[in-house]
């Protein structure tokens, strides 16, 4: 739930709404399949950038997160535009999600005018700022009288805030590079609630995705994974609830992994006890068709954020810190480690992959893992420098680049272009630049990129707005 002025909640969904223009760190910079360009995600939306530096205009603003297609010429994006007329709302609603908005914002509006203080909102605030945003939009449309004469007896900047209020629309499609150009198909998903992954499967004829319930009737913070046809020849259709945000599909692409909580109303943000499970979703023939019950992989204890990545010889990598209960005092400092698991063979054998005397030098934390595109090696962010695992032997390689943007300390934005090649933002001269690393070399990719897309990529890759 948010917490603060409801008001505040939602026009800080304004704020929030740039920071997601300004996408997550693991979507600023998206290299295709075949290492020929990257999508470049900063606030003023996408642009591609080649493998010589070269950087193109924008082509699709408002784009928050990015996924290649297979073929290196598609994308699937998510966008997110902000709408301040109620009645344009409601057409992109439709009849029946407007009438569940407008019930979810009776309760509220009901709640909240009850309240003694109204800076502070009713319990069933919605969590996600698009949906707050929207709810506080209705009630400016149904309620403007009453409204205005509940708030006028308060600060002013409430007031201001009440009538400015505007609703966050996020919507998935297809996007094409053709030529010096890209063309955007029809929306594939569209919605109030944001787009947490996404993840095309390896043939092509499907996207997975991962996002929150929207307009719920009962208060829900889990995440759902669903899929959809990538033609757009069918709605998209629910795989599992409350799991984590980062599934993957199985290399032959008919089924897909993730982590599951294991109970349906386990709050999202915390630790859950769950399960590793894969699915099938697709038939043969490549149509989506949810199967029969989920294969369950492993037990552990995972948050929302956790990642799960299948490789081709048939292991699902993820990460997860090893509990024993009990445990005296707190249990001691958590530390995640690299699990692998061979999901072609009978033996459910779960093997850490990070040797041990190295696991403590390692980052507490390895949600933003990226395994490498011939899958032997992976990269971490390790804070201003960035450390390489080599899944043969479980070694970690600290590479060392030096002090950049010291005073946000901010993410080099680490990530692979093709096995052996790395991208990373570091201080170089008298600004940060983006650099290309192929063994000990460094190459600036950003030499001739103006400063301010520069200065973009440094704010935003700490998730903070330009």
Aim: hydrophobic residues 45%.
């Amino acid at each position: 739930m948010l917490r603060g002025a409801p008001f505040r909640a939602a026009a800080a969904a304004l704020a929030l709404f740039a920071l997601l223009l300004a996408g997550c760190k693991d979507d600023v910079i998206v290299w295709s399949p075949d290492g020929a360009r990257a999508a470049i995600i900063t606030s003023d939306g996408l642009r591609l950038c080649g493998a010589d530096g070269r950087l193109s205009p924008v082509f699709v603003p408002d784009v928050y997160r990015a996924a290649w297609l297979a073929d290196s010429r598609r994308l699937v994006l998510a966008r997110s535009r902000a709408i301040g007329d109620y009645a344009a709302l409601a057409a992109r609603l439709g009849p029946e999600r407007t009438r569940a908005l407008a019930a979810e914002s009776e309760v509220f509006w009901h709640l909240w005018k009850m309240s003694s203080d109204p800076e502070t909102e009713p319990p069933t605030a919605p969590d996600e700022p698009g949906e707050i945003g929207a709810v506080l939009m209705y009630v400016r449309e149904h309620h403007d009288a009453e409204m205005r004469t509940m708030l006028a007896a308060h600060k002013k900047d409430i007031l201001k805030e009440a009538l400015s209020v505007e609703a966050g629309w996020h919507s998935l499609a297809v996007a094409r590079v053709v030529d010096d150009r890209v063309e955007l198909g029809a929306p594939l998903a569209e919605g109030l609630v944001e787009f947490k992954d996404i993840r095309p499967s390896p043939n092509g004829s499907a996207v997975a995705f991962v996002t929150r319930l929207e307009l719920s009737p009962v208060p829900d913070e889990g995440l759902r994974l669903f899929v959809v046809p990538i033609d757009g020849s069918a709605p998209a259709i629910v795989v599992a609830s409350h799991v984590a945000a980062h599934p993957d599909w199985t290399p032959e692409g008919g089924a897909l992994v993730y982590l599951k909580s294991g109970g349906e109303k386990a709050a999202g943000r915390d630790l859950q006890l769950g399960t590793l499970q894969e699915r099938d979703v697709l038939d043969p023939a490549g149509r989506t068709r949810i199967g029969g019950d989920p294969r369950n992989l492993a037990s552990l204890i995972f948050q929302e954020t956790n990642r799960v990545r299948c490789l081709r010889d048939g292991r699902v990598i993820f990460n997860a810190t090893e509990y024993q209960l009990p445990a005296a005092g707190d249990g001691g400092h958590a530390h995640e480690q690299l699990f692998a698991l061979d999901r072609s063979k009978h033996a459910d054998v779960l093997a850490p992959l990070i040797r041990r005397e190295m696991l403590k030098d390692t980052p507490g934390n390895l949600d933003d893992f990226r395994v490498s595109p011939d899958e032997s090696q992976v990269l971490f962010d390790a804070g201003q420098d960035i450390d390489v695992l080599t899944l043969v032997g479980g070694s970690v390689e600290r590479l060392a680049l030096g002090a950049f943007d010291d005073s946000t300390k901010t993410s080099p934005l680490p990530e692979w272009r093709c096995p052996g090649e790395i991208v990373y933002l570091k201080a170089r001269g008298p600004r940060n630049e983006l650099i290309l690393r192929r063994g000990a070399e460094e190459v600036v990719l950003s030499r001739t990129w103006p400063d301010a897309i520069v200065a973009r990529l440094v704010k935003e890759s700490s998730g903070g707005a330009p």
